[in-house]
């Protein structure tokens, strides 16, 4: 039985492995896939009961009931071919993610056709948890898929199947495709991560000052009247509705640096773990802070495009 | 706006009430071979499981689907004493398939359910292969295909017309495979015995009479066989189609004379002369081997398959039993003489009579002997006589004449003196045998109807009449029709005595008058002569006839399977063909862009490849020097931006017209460039 399994799961790699990457396709013969189904098997068998009856009771009429059903059926299975066949579906791009959390992403599905498409349904390959949608004549519907991720890093999206059992479900129609967007998988953040560990006073550009103790990882009061606009910690102001400032500590320009040896773990993923809290901590609080990792370093910096650029390094460190 | 109550209702019970409507219509015709049992408890199940889906209250649970199975298990058994054979095997799928409408939840239940309802509507075939049954199980395809492309459209709630034009599409695309498989699958002969009870239940003449026996023929107004003559028909009072003959009376039955044998053709002593009838009979399975002509047909009416025999009473047969439409082609002479050379011992059958029956009429017939002139034929007084009886006695025609006793004759001719056809024949024969004179009762068809739309005649099972042949010494045996004596009405025109009517057909046929109602019957009758004519008479004979006109010189059944073969391939080659063809095949609106594409580059632009039309539209003001002119440019610009909207913000509806206004456009920019 094992060996029967790899063999299976060795002939899946290799027949995935043969189709091309695509973010787009449209379907054509090539690329849709027909059998009967079991529903299909059985109308198979009372065709043959019906042809039989009609034999052996000689009844004309009997004939003409099942040779019109059995070209309804042959129409049938066209039908569902020309279900998938010429839909053309694109993968949307998914956003960045972090691990353990599931990658939504969207499949838009064009049907250029003058007749509606029905009932088309979608799924991860292998996973049972079909997505239904009708597609209009020439229009487009879009559905949303969820995957889980295997770890952080930048990842294919996982291969899709489409499938359809319109008109009369007597036939399995499906087509396999592998979509070459990728998605960055960011790591977990940590839950209840440590306090960041202390800045480094900024050499440059401000003027020295001494270190100081932040480990108030806020290092944030409320506002006080005379604080100075830039003071204040607008972020927070829009989340909470009350004003707060930094404090003067946080608001000298100390730089954070943020590195594996400062997580005091030995694991190298629990590390990048704790560097993606870290990281996220050090934006939400305005800091000014750069990462090092391996041989490569992040100048410290803040905004959103520095917040990226710093989980982007850890997705793939 | 007329709402759709069917709208409102949730999807699951719509569906389920649209599958039960479905299954009901399949069964109806059904009810009235069923057994009445069988019929309430399936249209008791559909009522209730309607009410369940309409409530939405849950199924029953497996013990009373187990219950209901072993009633009906049982009660089949008591019915028929068997759960096999053709009936008891109808009710069994009949009560299985309503009883399966009650699990309708896994797919699998519905597909069980469509399968079996499919059967169900072959079953409606052993019983009536008419042209109603055959649009009755028409339109119930199209409902179960219907139901079952429903059942896979499974986003939202779409309407069910939807489902059903879909369905119905694929039916009639269906329908020209259909026709190739009808007519070249080839017809074999049943594959294995078939129970006993495959062919029961249908009436025709009988091989024999009792009185009373042929009322019921009477009564039935089915269609016995259609002719087809060839050129002018003889007078409808002139057609009598010769069927069993009874020579042998036992008192209360007439049976075929004893020890008739078939004879070959010239042995029959039949000498016929006068002009031909040339006619084509199609005829109904009857299960009897009687091939019913004209008086008399000299040669064997040409069969499809085998050889016809004549029996020494003029009769003609076949080996097997007529159980598929017959054609036949038969050479009648209504001019004839028959049997003038017979010995008194071969006559003897002819004269003999029961002890101790009607002994009045014995006694008549005593009377009538006695009073012959001498000299004279007997057979012919006698014959006179009785006629004269008959017309002058008060004896009246009626087809309800009541129940007769032991001696039918004698309260025929003495106390009843009311009769059909068959008291006729019966007590003519019987006086006059007992006067001495051989005569035996013939029973057939008599008259028919033309229709006026197609010129074939239909002769019914009302038309089942029953004559007498005397046997003369001079003449041989002449046909005397004792009742055309009594009602010459009943025996050429159109005004013969109508049974009761049941009453939806007085409802339906008394509101219109008797001339229109004649019309419509006779256009039903036309269409279904045609339909038996091209689809239920379609047998193997015909097939191969069809492959003789097609150029097969000796066909046997492996051609047709040849042909079969080759179409299926033929049709695969071609559906490759058209599959490779629309790979290639693009879009139009986007064949239209390139051809205007194209033409902007020949006409000294530099369009990108993949440029949309917008883009073309904003390089045809970008390019200086333009290298056409202004007003061109600005139709050139308008027709992209058309193009454009077409493709964007075009209303879908008018597409084609669109596009088709498009291209002409585009040739009229081309002829101005």
Not at chain 1, 4 to 10: G, N, P, V, Y
Not at chain 2, 450 to 460: I, K, L, S, Y
Not at chain 2, 575 to 593: F, I, K, T
Request: charged share 15%; hydrophobic share 45%; proline share 6%.
């Amino acid at each position: 039985m094992a060996i029967m399994t790899r063999a299976r799961e060795r002939l899946q790699r290799w027949f995935e492995a043969r189709l091309p990457l695509a973010d787009s396709v449209t379907l054509t013969q090539r690329s849709v896939y027909i059998v009967p189904s079991r529903a299909g098997l059985m109308l198979g068998a009372t065709l043959l009961v019906l042809l039989v009856a009609s034999i052996n009771y000689q009844l004309n009429l009997g004939y003409l009931l099942t040779f019109l059903l059995a070209g309804s059926s042959l129409v049938a299975m066209h039908v569902a071919h020309g279900t998938l066949r010429g839909l053309t579906m694109t993968v949307i791009a998914p956003a960045a993610c972090y691990a353990r959390a599931k990658a939504i992403f969207h499949v838009q599905l064009v049907n250029t056709r003058q007749t509606p498409r029905y009932a088309i349904e979608l799924a991860l390959a292998g996973v049972q948890q079909w997505v239904c949608t009708d597609v209009g004549r020439q229009a487009s519907a879009r559905v949303q898929l969820a995957w889980q991720p295997p770890g952080r890093g930048l990842h294919r999206l996982p291969t899709l199947t489409a499938r359809t059992q319109f008109p009369l479900g007597t036939f399995r129609v499906w087509t396999v495709w592998r979509p070459a967007a990728q998605v960055l998988v960011y790591p977990q953040p940590e839950m209840h991560a440590p306090t960041l560990p202390i800045g480094v006073a900024d050499a440059q550009p401000g003027p020295t000052h001494a270190t100081h103790h932040s480990g108030e990882p806020d290092g944030l009061r409320p506002y006080r009247r005379g604080d100075a606009l830039k003071s204040i910690v607008w972020k927070k102001a829009a989340k909470t509705g009350e004003l707060v400032s930094r404090d003067s500590v946080a608001e000298q320009h100390h730089t954070l640096w943020l590195a594996r040896d400062a997580t005091g773990l030995s694991d190298a993923e629990s590390q990048l773990c704790r560097l993606c809290a870290w990281v996220l901590q050090a934006d939400e609080l305005g800091l000014h802070y750069g990462l090092r990792l391996g041989g490569s370093e992040i100048a410290p910096d803040v905004g959103a495009a520095h917040l990226q650029r710093c989980l982007r390094a850890l997705a793939l460190a | 706006m007329i709402k759709n109550p069917l709208s409102h209702l949730p999807r699951d019970t719509r569906d389920t009430l649209f599958v039960l409507t479905v299954i009901a219509w399949v069964l109806a015709p059904l009810l009235g071979q069923l057994p009445l049992w069988c019929g309430v408890l399936s249209g008791l199940v559909i009522v209730w499981r309607g009410l369940l889906a309409w409530r939405g209250q849950p199924l029953p649970g497996t013990w009373w689907k187990l219950g209901l199975l072993a009633v009906a298990v049982i009660a089949t058994l008591i019915t028929y004493k068997t759960l096999l054979g053709r009936d008891a095997g109808v009710t069994l799928v009949a009560v299985l398939l309503t009883l399966k409408t009650l699990e309708l939840r896994a797919r699998r239940d519905a597909f069980v359910v469509f399968f079996l309802s499919f059967f169900l509507m072959l079953t409606n075939f052993f019983y009536s292969q008419s042209l109603l049954t055959a649009a009755a199980m028409l339109l119930a395809l199209w409902g179960l295909l219907t139901a079952l492309v429903n059942a896979h459209m499974p986003v939202g709630q779409p309407p069910l017309w939807h489902a059903a034009r879909i369905a119905g599409g694929m039916t009639l695309l269906g329908a020209p495979i259909m026709v190739v498989l009808f007519v070249l699958f080839p017809r074999m002969a049943p594959l294995w015995g078939m129970p006993a009870d495959a062919m029961a239940g249908r009436s025709g003449l009988s091989a024999q009479m009792t009185v009373g026996n042929i009322a019921r023929l009477a009564l039935d107004d089915s269609i016995a066989m259609r002719i087809a003559f060839d050129g002018t028909p003889p007078a409808q009072s002139a057609l009598y189609f010769r069927g069993p003959v009874l020579g042998s009376f036992n008192g209360q039955r007439w049976t075929p004379t004893d020890g008739v044998a078939l004879m070959r053709d010239e042995d029959a002593g039949l000498q016929v002369q006068g002009p031909a009838v040339r006619y084509q009979v199609t005829l109904e399975p009857n299960q009897q081997p009687w091939l019913l002509t004209l008086d008399a047909t000299a040669q064997a009416p040409a069969l499809p398959q085998g050889r016809a025999r004549m029996s020494s009473e003029l009769q003609w047969m076949q080996a097997a039993n007529v159980t598929e439409l017959l054609r036949y082609r038969a050479i009648s002479y209504p001019q004839f003489s028959h049997g003038t050379g017979l010995t008194r011992a071969q006559l003897r059958p002819y004269l003999a009579l029961p002890f101790g029956y009607n002994p009045r009429t014995e006694q008549l017939a005593q009377q009538i002997r006695a009073s012959a002139p001498p000299g004279q034929d007997l057979g012919r007084y006698a014959i006179d006589q009785a006629l004269q009886r008959l017309r002058s006695g008060g004896y009246v025609y009626t087809l309800e004449p009541g129940v007769y006793g032991r001696d039918s004759a004698d309260e025929f001719w003495f106390d009843r003196k009311a009769g059909f056809c068959e008291h006729m024949a019966s007590s003519f024969v019987i006086l006059l045998r007992a006067a001495g004179v051989p005569a035996r009762v013939v029973t057939g068809f008599q008259g028919g109807q033309v229709n006026a739309f197609d010129g074939f005649w239909t002769v019914r099972n009302s038309d089942a009449h029953a004559w007498a042949e005397v046997w003369l010494a001079s003449q041989g045996w002449v046909r005397v029709d004792p009742t055309a004596a009594v009602s010459p009405g009943r025996t050429g025109s159109f005004n013969r005595l109508q049974a009761p009517r049941g009453i939806v057909a007085e409802a339906l046929l008394g509101t219109v008058s008797p001339e229109m109602a004649l019309n419509l019957r006779a256009l039903w009758d036309a269409a279904n002569n045609r339909w038996n004519q091209w689809v239920l008479n379609y047998t193997q004979v015909k097939q191969l006839n069809l492959l003789k006109d097609i150029g097969f010189d000796a066909p046997s059944w492996e051609d047709l399977v040849y042909l079969l073969c080759a179409i299926v391939v033929s049709a695969s080659l071609a559906g490759a063909a058209w599959s490779a063809w629309e790979r290639h095949r693009q879009d139009p609106w986007l064949r239209l862009l390139a051809q205007a594409r194209h033409r902007l580059q020949r006409a000294g632009y530099m369009p990108g490849a993949n440029s949309t039309p917008r883009e073309l539209a904003d390089l045809l003001e970008r390019t200086s020097p333009a290298p056409m002119q202004a007003s061109a440019q600005a139709a050139w610009r308008d027709w992209l931006l058309r193009l454009e909207a077409l493709r964007y913000a075009g209303d879908t509806t008018h597409f084609r017209q669109q596009l088709a206004t498009l291209q002409r456009v585009l040739r009229q920019l081309r002829r101005d460039a």
